[in-house]
């Protein structure tokens, strides 16, 4: 289906949501300013909802509007929202972890055929095996034929960081971090990282060194990393936004290897699943803490 149906679609469809009164809010994509760049739109009438598109560079994932921080979701009537394939899991996972209600969301669900990034196909794209929504309230844009994802090993960049020496492998992690500016872009964009106060930002005591400074910086990304085992989604969101291009997939997908080698588990798949570092059971071997 051409771009300009499935745009066609989107806004039809918020028009009768907005109108009918069924949902509050619909989260959505329009144009950006710049040109092949879109932006968030939030329509709150019916008569807002031309704006709203969907295409190639709507890479954004909407589902960071529907933590508490951004405090859209009033009691009563749901909040409809964009999501493609890959940002339902992070509505899976924010509902095992009791941040969000099913009600609470009418999920527009868009079947995907991959976004782009400046230098072309977004590197989740290419190793993408759900191209359809897993769940939805409205589907836009039909069925599409999943195909086998070009990149079939999702953790091959990670073997190659896991096949260098300890030194080369801190050398390489140094280096990447060095160019962090602490901007927390990835913090803002990350649909889990939704803590009402993040540990970088105490003050009393400081936790952290704030300052764009080596030993703060990989304090601030080990920390990061560490509190996403086992929930990060893959969205890619993280390493989309950070304009310093620091590879943080491969951190959080290093974690996300452990956490699948370690309990089978893959973040964000079952909404009744409790990811594994939430829960405790007898018969755990405990290898983690030895
Ligand atoms: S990872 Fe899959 S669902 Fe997500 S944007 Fe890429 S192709 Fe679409
Ligand atoms: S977006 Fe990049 S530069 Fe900014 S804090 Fe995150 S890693 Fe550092
Ligand atoms: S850590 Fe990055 S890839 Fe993982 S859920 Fe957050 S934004 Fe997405």
Redesign the pocket.
């Known amino acids: 289906m051409s771009n300009d149906k499935i745009s066609a679609e989107v806004k039809k469809l918020a028009g009768e949501l907005l109108e009918s009164g069924k949902v509050s809010a619909v989260v959505g994509y329009a144009e950006g300013t710049l040109k092949g760049r879109v932006q968030t739109f939030i329509a709150r009438k019916a008569s807002e909802t031309e704006k709203f598109i969907f295409n190639q560079n709507c890479a954004n994932n909407l589902a960071v509007y529907l933590t508490k921080s951004y405090n859209i979701i009033s009691a009563g009537k749901p909040v409809a929202v964009f999501l493609k394939p890959c940002d339902i899991k992070s509505v899976t996972a924010l509902i095992q972890e009791h941040q969000l209600k099913r009600e609470d969301i009418f999920i527009i669900g868009l079947s995907c055929q991959g976004v782009l990034n400046d230098s072309g196909p977004a590197g989740k794209c290419r190793a993408c095996s759900m191209h359809n929504p897993q769940y939805y309230d409205a589907l836009i844009g039909g069925v599409v034929e999943e195909k086998e994802p070009e990149v079939t090993d999702p953790f091959a960049r990670v073997k190659e960081i896991e096949s260098m020496t300890t030194s080369e492998c801190w050398e390489f992690w140094m280096k990447e971090f060095d160019?962090?500016?602490?901007?927390?872009?990835?913090?803002q964009a990350c649909p889990l990282c939704y803590c009402e106060q993040c540990i970088v930002d105490k003050t009393r005591p400081r936790w952290i060194e704030s300052s764009a400074h080596p030993i703060g910086n990989l304090g601030w990304h080990l920390i990061r990393a560490f509190h996403l085992a086992g929930r990060c989604i893959g969205c890619g969101e993280?390493e989309r936004?950070?304009?310093?291009n620091?590879p943080?997939s491969l951190l959080n997908m290093k974690m996300s290897k452990e956490i699948f080698d370690l309990y089978g588990y893959t973040a964000g798949m079952d909404e009744g699943a409790k990811p594994p570092l939430t829960e405790f059971k007898m018969e755990d071997n405990e290898e983690f803490i030895r």
Do not use: D, F, T
């Open positions: 160019k962090c500016v602490r901007c927390y872009a990835c913090r993280c936004v950070c304009h310093q620091i943080l």
